[in-house]
């Protein structure tokens, strides 16, 4: 089973560059997450999804935008890049509502912005 | 609002002991989630446990136990005679349990267990 496939590992941008975090799940979890781990700081949510063609703000969403026009994809889109978007960033799923449902996650990425 | 304390930044222990990590949360809802995550050093998350607020049984599995107590709001995990394969970062969570839309779902910062051998 891949559950929730993230690409790519790792990259570095550029400031004020652009790029495309790709998030697949083969669970049809109707939920989805990003979001970024910063060091010692846990993790906050970026942007999540209820379902296709359904997003929401998370936590942190500045600098970043999300679509959802399947269930199984959830890009993330950043827009001109700044060194403060440096992190690691994971896309999760899950299946239950109400909170109950443990998140799926992805390996993550790890970002660098100079 | 929400909130989840995991004081332990770093705890090293040597194989074969037994380690506590804690976790202390605060919410003003009645009915919530409790979960536990495990990030080994390869870097994905791993659930461990789930937990709802009006089940405080303890639990066991294998090596691993948690203790669940809403009168001091905290969520412990105990590793019993931990193994290298244990070192890792461990996230503890807590989620709403409201209807409709997003429940918030707030993470601590984790603690990182460093097992010698």
């Known amino acids: 089973n891949a559950g929730v496939t993230q690409t790519p590992k790792f990259r570095i941008l550029k400031i004020g560059q652009s790029m495309t975090l790709q998030c697949t799940q083969d669970?049809?979890?109707?939920?989805m997450y990003w979001y970024r781990q910063d060091p010692g700081m846990g993790l906050k949510l970026i942007y999540y999804?209820?379902?296709?063609?359904?997003?929401d703000k998370g936590e942190v969403p500045n600098g970043y935008n999300v679509s959802r026009s399947t269930t199984e994809d959830f890009p993330l889109r950043l827009e001109l890049a700044a060194p403060s978007q440096t992190s690691v960033y994971f896309c999760?799923?899950?299946?239950?509502?109400?909170?109950?449902?443990?998140?799926?996650f992805g390996q993550g990425t790890r970002l660098t912005v100079v | 609002a929400q909130k989840v304390t995991q004081a332990q930044t770093e705890i090293s222990v040597v194989e074969k002991e037994d380690v506590t990590l804690d976790c202390v949360y605060e919410t003003r809802d009645t009915t919530y989630y409790l979960f536990w995550y495990k990030q080994p050093p390869s870097g994905e998350l791993v659930f461990l446990i789930r937990r709802n607020s009006f089940d405080e049984q303890n639990e066991i599995s294998g090596r691993y136990s948690w203790n669940f107590q809403k009168s001091t709001s905290s969520f412990n995990f105990t590793i019993t005679a931990s193994q290298v394969v244990d070192s890792a970062v461990y996230f503890c969570?807590?989620?709403?349990?409201?209807?409709?839309?997003?429940?918030?779902?707030?993470f601590g910062t984790g603690t990182k267990l460093q097992v010698i051998p």
């Open positions: 999760a799923s899950s299946y239950l509502q109400k909170g109950q449902g443990e998140a799926f």
């Open positions: 669970m049809n979890h109707n939920y």
């Open positions: 999804s209820v379902g296709a063609g359904i997003t």
């Open positions: 969570a807590l989620s709403e349990a409201k209807s409709g839309g997003y429940q918030k779902v707030t």
